[in-house]
């Protein structure tokens, strides 16, 4: 960490002067904060020279609130730098990260700070010791095409192969880096070994070998796509060059490890946190220590903690450490601290991304994917000469779907790819039902990938959740406390929350088996018999006709009466069990079964009542001898 003040800092030396991202203005950093509030007021659509952004405000980490018609932009945001807020880190990407973005709607004491008008104190921070990453801009939006990005989106696939051929080049390069977070993640899928599977580069639009539509299925299936194409390297983070490219001085501090402490800001999606993610994995190389905190639940003794234990690092074993504090704008106003840090800090804006850069980013997840593209100028498919020994079906993209679909982008790689994933998943499962309905295999033919399916995707796109990480549990938690307190409203919205972010129906039936046990019980036995009722049903006939399936049974279950009796008593018997000391207590002899004459010769079976004999209630322990008066309905312990 470094913990010196802004005159050790290679920036800061030359740069206590900041620029405005709104008005274009220099001014003394401590100023920044107090302008920008002003600014943003004067020049709400951003400095001249910039589209209008559509009406409606757009607060910090507001999140698109519904769908919105199909071709339409769903959510849009202009360039204005005034829209460029600070990013919200992320703390998968970081060996010690202490925190994952949770989707609450910042329920911290950062909540005020949430809602609050953008201003750079919501950008990642690298405070006096070199941090990175802001928060993200709004999400919200929406606004006319501007007319350059549409002739940008209909560049024809030509002039993208010939800019390509470039980018393979330079990913020929690329170190193809394990993953930052280094986590053993089943679902982990290393695009950069897919790429070299495939023989595909980054973002060519060559055809790769052709893969299996249940094989791209389950690709798709666990993280985001998103954050399975995070770059690892510079190499292939893609656009961006006022920021990082070759010439720019901020590069030549990244190759050389000299991490000055910045904010980065810039509109959702366009690579921020991405950013932050290829200094951590670089850092790692160089024995910096990478810490990642999230504001949305990092207090301010963590950030101490961590610039104590950086001082420490520091002083005894001379090693730095960078701070990257994701989501900064949810800090409150004085954990943010605003004009001592941004006097510390150098801001870099980040823009958002062109199209031509969507289409790169977008056709290096294609190509990984194995999925081929249709040219539209040539009449022929361009697999029927190819061999594909499976019976399943390849996959194959329409050149202008793929064009659409970073255009619609509106320059938010998380939107195109998660667009994407979104039409790949749901086209692929449109024609399992089909098979599985008529009970044919797959056929040998195509599944083509339409513009129309790009656009639905992406209208879904903001829906998709974390289904390997913190967004599943989150969810399932909700569902099932929303059932518990029998509040219907809440918990179908729960369901549909998962449902249309891609869960696994058969996943959510299996928790509803569950709960019908844990929390009806006994109050409604029939509540089991729905729950598996309703597991065999999704089974047998897929998403998405089983939606409606379990919509019953969650709201059988909300309206149930509840009883946590049998669940509380059979805990009572683990519990028991578990804390026991010494052997375990023996069968009592009469319960024994005396199979053969040597054990009834033993006393096995002595004295037994059997019931049916008697009209009388029989009087008869059936406890072990030491646990003779124990009621595990009433007890908690034996
Ligand atoms: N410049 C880029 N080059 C390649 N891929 C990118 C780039 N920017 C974004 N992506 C892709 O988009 C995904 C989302 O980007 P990232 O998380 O960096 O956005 P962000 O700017 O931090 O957004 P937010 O502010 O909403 O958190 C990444 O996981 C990556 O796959």
């Given at each position: 960490m470094e913990v010196s003040g802004p005159e050790d800092d290679p920036f800061l030396s030359q740069l206590h002067q900041v620029q405005c991202p709104v008005c274009q203005q220099m001014m003394p950093a401590a100023h920044i904060n107090s302008h920008l509030d002003r600014c943003l007021l004067l020049h709400p659509a951003g400095h001249a020279g910039h589209a209008e952004p559509a009406a409606g405000s757009h607060r910090a980490?507001?999140?698109?609130k519904g769908p919105s018609p199909p071709g339409a932009k769903r959510r849009r945001l202009s360039e204005s730098s005034a829209l460029k807020q600070p990013a919200t880190p992320t703390a998968a990407e970081s060996s010690e990260g202490e925190g994952e973005e949770a989707d609450d709607g910042g329920e911290t004491e950062s909540r005020e700070s949430y809602d609050a008008p953008p201003t750079p104190s919501g950008a990642r921070l690298i405070p006096d010791f070199p941090v990175a990453r802001a928060g993200s801009p709004a999400r919200k939006g929406s606004g006319k095409r501007p007319a350059a990005a549409a002739a940008a989106g209909s560049a024809s696939p030509r002039s993208w192969d010939e800019a390509e051929a470039q980018e393979e080049l330079e990913e020929?390069?690329?170190?193809?880096?394990?993953?930052?977070?280094?986590e053993d993640d089943p679902g982990h899928w290393d695009a950069d070994a897919a790429d070299a599977a495939f023989g595909t580069g980054g973002g060519s639009r060559a055809h790769p070998r052709a893969l299996a539509a249940e094989e791209i299925r389950q690709m798709l299936e666990g993280k985001p796509l998103a954050d399975k194409m995070r770059p690892d390297t510079l190499q292939d983070y893609i656009g961006q060059s006022r920021a990082v490219g070759q010439e720019t001085l901020l590069r030549s501090l990244l190759e050389t490890n000299e991490i000055p402490s910045l904010i980065l800001w810039g509109p959702p999606g366009c690579g921020k946190t991405t950013l932050a993610h290829i200094i951590a994995n670089n850092s790692k190389k160089h024995s910096i220590r990478f810490v990642t905190l999230s504001?949305?639940?990092?207090k301010t003794n963590d950030v101490r903690d961590v610039i104590k234990q950086a001082q420490n690092e520091k002083s005894f074993f001379k090693r730095k450490t960078i701070l990257f504090i994701d989501e900064i704008h949810r800090f409150n106003k004085s954990q943010q601290v605003n004009a001592a840090l941004l006097s510390r800090c150098r801001v870099i804006v980040l823009e958002k991304l062109p199209v031509e850069a969507m289409v790169t980013i977008l056709m290096r997840a294609i190509n990984s994917l194995g999925i081929h593209i249709l040219d539209s100028s040539r009449p022929t498919d361009p697999l029927s000469h190819s061999s594909n020994s499976s019976s399943e079906p390849s996959v194959l993209m329409e050149d202008k779907a793929v064009d659409t679909l970073a255009y619609l982008s509106d320059g938010d790689a998380r939107t195109g790819l998660n667009g994407l994933q979104l039409a790949v998943l749901a086209r692929l499962s449109s024609r399992k039902m089909f098979c599985k309905k008529s009970g044919q295999t797959y056929s040998p033919s195509r599944v083509l990938i339409t513009e129309n399916d790009v656009k639905e995707g992406l209208q879904r796109s903001h829906i998709l959740y974390d289904r390997a990480g913190e967004e599943h549990y989150n969810c399932i938690s909700a569902l099932h406390k929303a059932m518990r307190g029998s509040d219907q409203n809440a918990s179908l919205y729960w369901l549909a929350r998962m449902l249309e972010g891609g869960e696994d129906p058969l996943y959510v039936a299996r928790r509803l088996v569950r709960f019908a046990s844990e929390d009806i019980g006994l109050a409604d036995p029939s509540a089991l018999t729905q729950a598996v009722a309703a597991y065999q049903g999704c089974h047998f006939i897929g998403m998405p006709e089983c939606e409606v399936l379990l919509a019953q049974c969650v709201v059988y279950f909300a309206r149930a009466p509840k009883s946590i009796e049998v669940y509380s008593a059979y805990s009572n018997v683990k519990a028991c069990l578990r804390s026991h000391q010494g052997p375990l207590p023996p069968v009592p002899l009469h319960l024994r079964n005396a199979p053969t004459r040597l054990l009834k010769d033993l006393g096995?079976?002595?004295?037994?009542?059997?019931?049916?004999?008697?009209s009388e209630p029989v009087e008869q322990e059936y406890l072990p001898e030491e646990l003779r008066g124990v009621d595990f309905f009433k007890q908690r312990r034996c």
């Amino acid at each position: 960490m470094e913990v010196s003040g802004p005159e050790d800092d290679p920036f800061l030396s030359q740069l206590h002067q900041v620029q405005c991202p709104v008005c274009q203005q220099m001014m003394p950093a401590a100023h920044i904060n107090s302008h920008l509030d002003r600014c943003l007021l004067l020049h709400p659509a951003g400095h001249a020279g910039h589209a209008e952004p559509a009406a409606g405000s757009h607060r910090a980490g507001e999140r698109a609130k519904g769908p919105s018609p199909p071709g339409a932009k769903r959510r849009r945001l202009s360039e204005s730098s005034a829209l460029k807020q600070p990013a919200t880190p992320t703390a998968a990407e970081s060996s010690e990260g202490e925190g994952e973005e949770a989707d609450d709607g910042g329920e911290t004491e950062s909540r005020e700070s949430y809602d609050a008008p953008p201003t750079p104190s919501g950008a990642r921070l690298i405070p006096d010791f070199p941090v990175a990453r802001a928060g993200s801009p709004a999400r919200k939006g929406s606004g006319k095409r501007p007319a350059a990005a549409a002739a940008a989106g209909s560049a024809s696939p030509r002039s993208w192969d010939e800019a390509e051929a470039q980018e393979e080049l330079e990913e020929a390069g690329g170190d193809g880096d394990a993953d930052a977070d280094g986590e053993d993640d089943p679902g982990h899928w290393d695009a950069d070994a897919a790429d070299a599977a495939f023989g595909t580069g980054g973002g060519s639009r060559a055809h790769p070998r052709a893969l299996a539509a249940e094989e791209i299925r389950q690709m798709l299936e666990g993280k985001p796509l998103a954050d399975k194409m995070r770059p690892d390297t510079l190499q292939d983070y893609i656009g961006q060059s006022r920021a990082v490219g070759q010439e720019t001085l901020l590069r030549s501090l990244l190759e050389t490890n000299e991490i000055p402490s910045l904010i980065l800001w810039g509109p959702p999606g366009c690579g921020k946190t991405t950013l932050a993610h290829i200094i951590a994995n670089n850092s790692k190389k160089h024995s910096i220590r990478f810490v990642t905190l999230s504001a949305t639940n990092a207090k301010t003794n963590d950030v101490r903690d961590v610039i104590k234990q950086a001082q420490n690092e520091k002083s005894f074993f001379k090693r730095k450490t960078i701070l990257f504090i994701d989501e900064i704008h949810r800090f409150n106003k004085s954990q943010q601290v605003n004009a001592a840090l941004l006097s510390r800090c150098r801001v870099i804006v980040l823009e958002k991304l062109p199209v031509e850069a969507m289409v790169t980013i977008l056709m290096r997840a294609i190509n990984s994917l194995g999925i081929h593209i249709l040219d539209s100028s040539r009449p022929t498919d361009p697999l029927s000469h190819s061999s594909n020994s499976s019976s399943e079906p390849s996959v194959l993209m329409e050149d202008k779907a793929v064009d659409t679909l970073a255009y619609l982008s509106d320059g938010d790689a998380r939107t195109g790819l998660n667009g994407l994933q979104l039409a790949v998943l749901a086209r692929l499962s449109s024609r399992k039902m089909f098979c599985k309905k008529s009970g044919q295999t797959y056929s040998p033919s195509r599944v083509l990938i339409t513009e129309n399916d790009v656009k639905e995707g992406l209208q879904r796109s903001h829906i998709l959740y974390d289904r390997a990480g913190e967004e599943h549990y989150n969810c399932i938690s909700a569902l099932h406390k929303a059932m518990r307190g029998s509040d219907q409203n809440a918990s179908l919205y729960w369901l549909a929350r998962m449902l249309e972010g891609g869960e696994d129906p058969l996943y959510v039936a299996r928790r509803l088996v569950r709960f019908a046990s844990e929390d009806i019980g006994l109050a409604d036995p029939s509540a089991l018999t729905q729950a598996v009722a309703a597991y065999q049903g999704c089974h047998f006939i897929g998403m998405p006709e089983c939606e409606v399936l379990l919509a019953q049974c969650v709201v059988y279950f909300a309206r149930a009466p509840k009883s946590i009796e049998v669940y509380s008593a059979y805990s009572n018997v683990k519990a028991c069990l578990r804390s026991h000391q010494g052997p375990l207590p023996p069968v009592p002899l009469h319960l024994r079964n005396a199979p053969t004459r040597l054990l009834k010769d033993l006393g096995y079976g002595k004295g037994y009542k059997y019931n049916p004999m008697y009209s009388e209630p029989v009087e008869q322990e059936y406890l072990p001898e030491e646990l003779r008066g124990v009621d595990f309905f009433k007890q908690r312990r034996c």
